[in-house]
DNA sequence: ATATCTGCAAATGGTTTGCGGAGGA
DNA sequence: TCCTCCGCAAACCATTTGCAGATAT
């Protein structure tokens, strides 16, 4: 894994309407989502340029990416580590607003003898909207 | 999501070495490491058959699937939930024998309103071996 | 007997990349 | 000017799938 080399960043619209976007939802859009919303302000643009400038936020530090079992990574504007909650009905991706549990890393860390850095929760289940849908109304 | 409709499973030489090799490591390999294994017994499966048969086995709950962000999936032959550790420098993946904290899903669902049915936590950083390997000895 | 499974090879689909031109600094 | 970025299209690559023959029950 070589350090990313990249000399100096460029400021350019397309970047800019990517990640105005991106820190505008909290849908935890996949790259073509991303790719839609964007079209909507600048009609040309690439599905390439989306993937690259997402790369480079990532890289950056300036977002998020999430890579859960689903077939498309999806992003997050919100770079810092959260927890996050999957929907397994309606495929739908939730911030779960608790601190970060830096005591677990220790207990990791004591127990594998491995350096823990960082860490990675996730919770899954049926979300709010989805167990209302399937209520049935008598 | 249809419910994976699969009428009888049969028993195949392929499907009973694909499990035990999937049984056999605790590496956590990928699709084409599990073909590579399997080849050595069975030479003439296919790479389809494996991809067909880890599909199977997780489904059915006799694997898991472990989707990091890295480019393949990784299989487990341990279909319980527990917790791993991703090494960052040389991508190999751990088990973290800590129990299951459940005290975590009812954290989230209190906070978030969500049914809450499992969680899945992973560690980040250097494992034992890769920052032994760092320390330049004199 | 027959429905499932296999090997093969082609198709899929998300993501990356090479290229020539455009545009920020 | 110079070097990075863009749009375009082709390439990549892990995974899936259609097909025709093989095989477990």
Redesign the pocket.
Known sequence: MVTSR??????????EV?LSVLRGTDTHP???WVYQEVRKV?P?????????????LVDSGEAMEL?FGS????FDGDAENHYHFICEQCDNVYDIPLPLDHGLENEAEEVSGHQVASHRLEFYGVCKTCSNASDSPR
């Open positions: 990249r000399g100096f960043i460029r400021h350019t619209k397309q970047r990517i996949d790259a073509d600048l040309n643009i690439s599905l390439g340029t989306i993937y690259r400038n997402l790369r480079i890579a077939s498309s990574s999806r």
